[in-house]
C-alpha cells in the first residue's frame, strides 16, 4: 500500500453505527438533565452543554433541533420510565390493594431515586415552556389516574379524590428531595405514607 493510499483511508469516516449514536444521545440527555435542574432552562444554553460534553455545539444540532426539543426529549424519557414502573405492577400477580400500595411506593421510590428526573418532569416552571411541559405531566397524571380507577372503580373515586391522592404522593416526593434522603432511608415512612392514602379509598 503506498502513502497516497495510507493518506485517503486516514480521512475516511466511518458511518455511525445506531448503537453509538443512541449512546451519544443519551450521554447528551443526561448532561442537559443536570444543567437544566442546576441552572434552570434559562440558565443554559445549547453551547454550554456542547462545552460540559467537550464537543462541538454542532454535535448537539446533530442529534436536537434547538434546546427546546431537546427539553421535550428529556421530558418524554422520563416520563416513559415512569410509565414502565407503573405498568410492571400493574402486571404483578397481587390483590388490587396490594397494587393500590406498590403503585403508590413505585411513585415515590421513582421521584426520590430520580430526583433529578422528577425535577426536570414536575418543578421546572419557564413561561417560555408552559405548554411544552404541562403535555407530560397531564399525559403521565391521566395514565396514573387509569391505573388507580382499574384498581378500585370510579365509583370509588371522586375526579378530586383521584387528584389529591396525586398531590399527596406529589408532596411527600418533593419534601423528601429537597431532604436529598435515599430511598432505603425512607422507606419505612413511604410505606406508611401509602397504607395512609390507600385508608382514604374504600375498596
Not at 483511508?9 to 453505527?17: L, M, T, V, W
Not at 436529598?180 to 413511604?190: D, H, L, V
Request: a negative charge; glycine letters at 4%.
Amino acid at each position: 500500500m503506498n502513502s497516497g493510499q495510507l493518506i485517503q483511508e486516514a480521512f475516511i469516516i466511518s458511518p455511525r453505527k445506531p448503537v453509538d449514536q443512541q449512546l451519544e444521545r443519551n450521554t447528551i440527555l443526561n448532561v442537559a438533565r443536570d444543567l437544566f435542574v442546576e441552572k434552570g432552562y434559562r440558565g443554559v444554553s445549547m453551547r454550554q452543554i456542547a462545552a460540559t460534553l467537550n464537543v462541538s455545539h454542532g454535535a448537539i444540532y446533530y442529534h436536537f433541533q434547538n434546546k427546546a426539543s431537546l427539553l421535550y426529549s428529556i421530558v418524554a424519557e422520563d416520563f416513559s420510565l415512569l410509565d414502565q414502573e407503573l405498568e410492571k405492577v400493574m402486571n404483578m400477580g397481587i390483590s388490587d390493594k396490594e397494587k393500590l400500595i406498590e403503585i403508590f411506593m413505585a411513585y415515590i421510590k421513582f421521584g426520590v431515586t430520580h430526583s433529578k428526573h422528577y425535577e426536570i418532569m414536575f418543578l421546572i416552571k419557564d413561561e417560555n415552556i408552559n405548554t411544552l411541559m404541562n403535555r407530560g405531566p397531564n399525559e403521565s397524571y391521566e395514565k396514573f389516574a387509569k391505573a388507580v380507577y382499574q384498581l378500585c372503580g370510579p365509583q370509588v373515586l371522586t375526579p378530586q379524590k383521584m387528584w389529591s391522592i396525586f398531590l399527596s404522593l406529589h408532596g411527600f416526593v418533593t419534601h423528601y428531595i429537597k431532604c436529598e434522603e435515599t430511598f432505603e432511608n425512607i422507606k419505612g415512612i413511604a410505606t406508611s405514607h401509602a397504607e395512609f392514602i390507600l385508608t382514604t379509598i374504600e375498596i
